[in-house]
C-alpha cells in the first residue's frame, strides 16, 4: 500500500488519484452520498474551485462543522473503500483532506482549500452538477432524502420537542417527516399535530416548506382542538419583527395567506410561513436540495423553539399580553435598569426591602432580560455546605452495599455550567456522536498510534460503552477511555488519564464525526443565582471557604480555593485544582429586612454585596393588567396603610406592605375585606406582636386601610 506523508505545514502532496479514479468513485451512486455530493458541489461552484469552509458555510446557511465533516468523512471512506493508499502525516496520524482537496492558509487563520485538478476534470466530464441532482416525482421521495440526510438533526429535534411539549416519552428519532400516504400532498414532522409544525408540500412542481399552523386536520383527519392551536399562532404574530423570524423573512419566508388573516385565524384553515423551490422536469438541484435541509436545521429551527418556548409561557401566564419587545428584552424600566446596573458592576447583589415588593420577581425578570441562565435556590435554616457546594451521599452498591459518595451541591453544578459556556466548549450532539463512534468500532474495529512514540494500540467497546485501549504489546494492558473523559477532553481541553490513547481517540472523532459546538456565538452568557431569602440560612455554614471567592475581586482562577473535600475529589472534575467562581456567574439574594435572621449576615459578607432597597411605590406597575378594575382604589388604600405603619412608633418603612400583595384581589373578586382579613391581618399581626395594645393597633391600622380617617396624633405618643 502507498503511503504519502506529507508535513504538518504542507497543505498539498502528489495527487493519490487519477481523473479516471474520481469518474468511477463519483459515479458509484452506492458510495456518492447526497452529503458527498453537496459538499463537493458548493467548492466546485466558487471561482477557481476553491473557498473557506466559513465563507461557504454563511453563503449556505450551514455550519461550517457540518462541511468540513461531510469532505472528512467523505475522504476517510474513500481511502478505505479503495485500500492503496494512505496519505498521513509525519507523526503517522490520516491527513483525510489531502485526499480530496489542497490548501494553503490564509487570514484569520483560516484554511482555503481547492478541490484536486484531476477531482475537477472528472466533475466536469461527468456534468457533475446537472448528474448530482435529484429526481423527485413525488413527495415519498422527497421525504425518503430529507430523512436520510438529516438523520443527525431528528435526534436533536424529537428530544427537543420531548422537553417543550413536556412529553414522558419522544416520538421516533429515526426520521424528521412521517408520511404513509400517497393521497395527500403534504407533510409534518413526527408527532406533530395541533402544535406547531414542520411542514412540506409538492404540488405541481413546487415544493414549499416552512412552519405550519394547521386548524383543519392532521393525521387520520383528525379535527385538533382548535383552541389548543391558538396560542402558537399568538406566539408567532408576538415573535413576528423578532430576529429569528426577520432572518427567514430575508430568506424569503412568508405567509400563504395575508398576515391579517392569521391575526384572525379561523377554524378548518391550514397556515404556512414558508418559502417555495421550483422543480424543473422532476429535477431538484442539490443547492436548492440542501438550502431545505439547512433552513431545516437552522433558521427554522431557531423560530420553532422560539415560538414554542413563548407558546409555553403564553398558558403559564394566560392572562400577560406578550409583545416582541418584552421577548427581546430591551430593559425600558428604570429600577430594573438600575438593578441591571449594579449587578454588572458588582457581581453579587442583594435586593432588600418589605415583604411583597416582588424582589424575587425582580431578579428573575433580570434574568430574562440578559438572556441569561436562572437558577433559584430557597434558602432555609437546614441549608448547608453539602447541599451548596459538596458534600458526601450515601449510595447503594449492586451488591446492596452502603456508602458514601462526594456528590457537587447545586452551587458547583451551576458554576460548571457556566464554565462549560465561558470556555465556548458546549457540545451539542456529543451523545449522538459518541453513539455513531462506538457502533462504527464495533462493527470495524479501530486503529491508532500514540502522539510521540508513535505506539500501535487497538480501541475496543466494553458492554458499558466504554472505549479500551489496547496496546500492542506482550502484556496488552487495557486502559478505560470512558465515555465522560472524551466529552471532558472536548469541552474543557483537560485531559483525565491515559493521554497518550485519549488524545489520538478524540482527534479522530473530531476528524470523522460531525462534532456540533452549542451556543457558539454564547461564549459571554452570563448565568445568575438567585438565593431566595438569603438571609433564613447560615451564611458561613453553607459558604465555607466560598467566603473569599464569592469577593467580586476575585471572580475566575484568582479566586480558587481548597474546599473541604479536595482530597476526594476525582481527576476528571475540573475543579480538581481548587474551586472557584467563574467570572460569568451572578449573584443575585433577597430578604425581607425586618426578618429576624438578618443579623446572621455580618459585615464582611455586606461588604461583598451590594445592596437595593426595593420600595413598596417602586413597584405598583406590577398591578398593570392585573387588578386594572380595583387599582386605584387599592392604591389609595396601600398608600395609606403604609403611612399609618411608618407612625407606629418602632416600626418603619422596612414594615410596609408591598403591592403583590393586592395581586390576590383576583381571587376574591376585589374584595378589599377578605384581603385583610386573609392575607393582611396576620401579617400586621406579627409587627405589633409585644405591644401592649396590639389589638388597639391593629384596629386602628385596620380603619385606616379602610380609608376611615380614625388613626390620630395623639395615639402616636404611645
Same mark, same amino acid.
Given at each position: 500500500m502507498q503511503q504519502i506523508i506529507v508535513k504538518d505545514s504542507d497543505y498539498n502532496c502528489p495527487p493519490p488519484m487519477n481523473k479516471q479514479d474520481w469518474i468511477e468513485i463519483l459515479s458509484d451512486d452506492s458510495f456518492m452520498s447526497n452529503n458527498y455530493k453537496f459538499a463537493l458541489s458548493i467548492f466546485y461552484l466558487e471561482p477557481d474551485h476553491k473557498a473557506t469552509c466559513k465563507y461557504l458555510a454563511e453563503k449556505y446557511h450551514t455550519h461550517s462543522n457540518s462541511i468540513s465533516g461531510f469532505v472528512t468523512q467523505f475522504s476517510a471512506r474513500l481511502q478505505g473503500k479503495l485500500n492503496r493508499f494512505k496519505v498521513v502525516k509525519e507523526d503517522g496520524s490520516p491527513n483525510w483532506w489531502l485526499i480530496t482537496m489542497t490548501g494553503?492558509?490564509?487570514a484569520g487563520g483560516l484554511f482555503e482549500?481547492?478541490?484536486?485538478?484531476?477531482?475537477?476534470?472528472?466533475?466536469?466530464?461527468?456534468?457533475?452538477?446537472?448528474?448530482?441532482?435529484?429526481?423527485?416525482?413525488?413527495?415519498?421521495?422527497?421525504?425518503?432524502?430529507?430523512n436520510d440526510d438529516i438523520s443527525d438533526f431528528s435526534i436533536r429535534f424529537v428530544k427537543t420537542r420531548q422537553q417543550l411539549a413536556d412529553l414522558q416519552r419522544s416520538d421516533s428519532a429515526k426520521q424528521l417527516f412521517i408520511y404513509d400516504s400517497k393521497d395527500i400532498d403534504w407533510a409534518i414532522?413526527?408527532?406533530?399535530?395541533?402544535?406547531?409544525?414542520?411542514?412540506i408540500y409538492l404540488r405541481e412542481g413546487v415544493i414549499g416548506y416552512g412552519l405550519g399552523f394547521n386548524t383543519r386536520y392532521v393525521?387520520?383527519?383528525?379535527?385538533?382542538?382548535?383552541?389548543?392551536?391558538?396560542?402558537?399562532?399568538?406566539?408567532?404574530?408576538?415573535?413576528?419583527?423578532?430576529?429569528e423570524i426577520a432572518k427567514l423573512a430575508d430568506r424569503g419566508f412568508q405567509f400563504n395567506n395575508d398576515f391579517a388573516d392569521i391575526s384572525d385565524c379561523e377554524k378548518e384553515k391550514d397556515y404556512l410561513f414558508g418559502r417555495q423551490v421550483?422543480?424543473?422536469?422532476?429535477?431538484?438541484?442539490?443547492?436548492?436540495?440542501?438550502?431545505?435541509?439547512?433552513?431545516?436545521?437552522?433558521?427554522?429551527?431557531?423560530?420553532?423553539?422560539?415560538?414554542?418556548?413563548?407558546?409555553?409561557?403564553?398558558?403559564?401566564?394566560?392572562?400577560?399580553?406578550?409583545?416582541?419587545?418584552?421577548?427581546?428584552?430591551?430593559?425600558?424600566?428604570?429600577?430594573?435598569?438600575?438593578?441591571?446596573?449594579?449587578?454588572?458592576?458588582n457581581k453579587n447583589l442583594i435586593l432588600t426591602g418589605a415583604p411583597g415588593? +416582588?424582589?424575587?420577581?425582580?431578579?428573575? &425578570?433580570? %434574568?430574562?432580560?440578559?438572556?441569561?441562565?436562572?437558577? @433559584?435556590?430557597? =434558602?432555609?435554616?437546614?441549608?448547608d455546605y453539602t447541599d451548596f457546594v459538596e458534600g458526601l451521599r450515601p449510595i447503594q452498591s449492586e451488591e446492596g452495599e452502603?456508602?458514601?459518595?462526594?456528590?457537587? +451541591?447545586?452551587?458547583?453544578?451551576?458554576? &460548571?455550567? %457556566?464554565?462549560?459556556?465561558?470556555?465556548?466548549?458546549? @457540545?451539542?450532539? =456529543?451523545?449522538e456522536v459518541y453513539q455513531k463512534f462506538t457502533d462504527d468500532v464495533l462493527e470495524n474495529g479501530l486503529q491508532l498510534v500514540t502522539p510521540s512514540q508513535k505506539k500501535p494500540f487497538r480501541v475496543e467497546i466494553n458492554s458499558q460503552k466504554s472505549c479500551i485501549a489496547i496496546p500492542d504489546t506482550i502484556k496488552q494492558s487495557e486502559m478505560p477511555i470512558t465515555k465522560n473523559f472524551i466529552q471532558t477532553y472536548f469541552e474543557t481541553g483537560e485531559v483525565i488519564d491515559w493521554k497518550p490513547y485519549l488524545i489520538p481517540v478524540c482527534e479522530y472523532i473530531q476528524e470523522n464525526y460531525d462534532l456540533k459546538m452549542a451556543n457558539t456565538g454564547d461564549k459571554d452568557k452570563k448565568f445568575i443565582l438567585i438565593l431566595d431569602e438569603i438571609n433564613r440560612a447560615e451564611i458561613s455554614k453553607v459558604l465555607g471557604e466560598l467566603f473569599f471567592s464569592i469577593d467580586p475581586g476575585y471572580r475566575g482562577e484568582s479566586g480558587r480555593v481548597t474546599t473541604q473535600y479536595a482530597n476526594l475529589q476525582t481527576e476528571e472534575d475540573v475543579f480538581n485544582k481548587g474551586f472557584y467562581i467563574p467570572d460569568?456567574?451572578?449573584?443575585?439574594?433577597?430578604?425581607?429586612?425586618?426578618?429576624?435572621?438578618?443579623?446572621?449576615?455580618?459585615?464582611?459578607?455586606?461588604?461583598?454585596?451590594?445592596?437595593?432597597?426595593?420600595?413598596?411605590?417602586?413597584?405598583?406597575?406590577?398591578?398593570d393588567g392585573q387588578i386594572d378594575e380595583w387599582s386605584d382604589e387599592a392604591k389609595q388604600r396601600l398608600i395609606a396603610l403604609n403611612k399609618a405603619i411608618e407612625s407606629v412608633q418602632g416600626l418603619s418603612a422596612a414594615y410596609h406592605v408591598g403591592p403583590a400583595y393586592f395581586l390576590k384581589l383576583t381571587n376574591y373578586d376585589g374584595d378589599f375585606d377578605k384581603l385583610w382579613t386573609y392575607h393582611l391581618e396576620s401579617l400586621i399581626f406579627e409587627y405589633l406582636r409585644g405591644y401592649p395594645d396590639a389589638e388597639q393597633q391593629l384596629q386602628d391600622l385596620k380603619d385606616t386601610y379602610n380609608l376611615e380617617s380614625r388613626f390620630d396624633d395623639a395615639r402616636n405618643d404611645r
Open positions: 494553503k492558509k490564509v482549500w481547492r478541490l484536486r485538478d484531476e477531482l475537477i476534470e472528472a466533475m466536469n466530464k461527468l456534468d457533475y452538477i446537472q448528474k448530482s441532482s435529484l429526481h423527485i416525482n413525488d413527495l415519498e421521495v422527497l421525504i425518503d432524502h430529507i414532522n413526527v408527532g406533530g399535530s395541533d402544535e406547531i409544525q414542520y411542514r393525521e387520520n383527519e383528525r379535527i385538533p382542538d382548535f383552541e389548543y392551536i391558538k396560542p402558537f399562532i399568538e406566539a408567532f404574530i408576538a415573535l413576528k419583527d423578532s430576529d421550483q422543480i424543473n422536469d422532476d429535477h431538484l438541484s442539490l443547492i436548492d436540495y440542501y438550502s431545505i435541509i439547512n433552513d431545516f436545521k437552522g433558521a427554522l429551527f431557531e423560530a420553532y423553539e422560539k415560538v414554542y418556548e413563548l407558546t409555553n409561557k403564553m398558558r403559564v401566564n394566560s392572562d400577560t399580553n406578550y409583545t416582541v419587545e418584552e421577548i427581546q428584552q430591551p430593559i425600558t424600566n428604570p429600577l430594573l435598569q438600575e438593578i441591571s446596573e449594579l449587578l454588572l458592576a415588593t +416582588g424582589k424575587t420577581y425582580l431578579a428573575k &425578570k433580570l %434574568a430574562k432580560i440578559w438572556g441569561a441562565e436562572c437558577k @433559584l435556590i430557597q =434558602f432555609h435554616p437546614s441549608y452502603v456508602g458514601f459518595e462526594l456528590r457537587d +451541591g447545586s452551587f458547583k453544578s451551576f458554576c &460548571k455550567e %457556566a464554565l462549560k459556556y465561558q470556555k465556548n466548549q458546549q @457540545l451539542s450532539n =456529543f451523545d460569568n456567574v451572578y449573584i443575585i439574594g433577597t430578604m425581607n429586612n425586618i426578618d429576624r435572621s438578618v443579623e446572621s449576615f455580618d459585615f464582611a459578607m455586606r461588604r461583598r454585596f451590594a445592596w437595593k432597597e426595593i420600595k413598596s411605590e417602586d413597584r405598583l406597575s406590577m398591578w
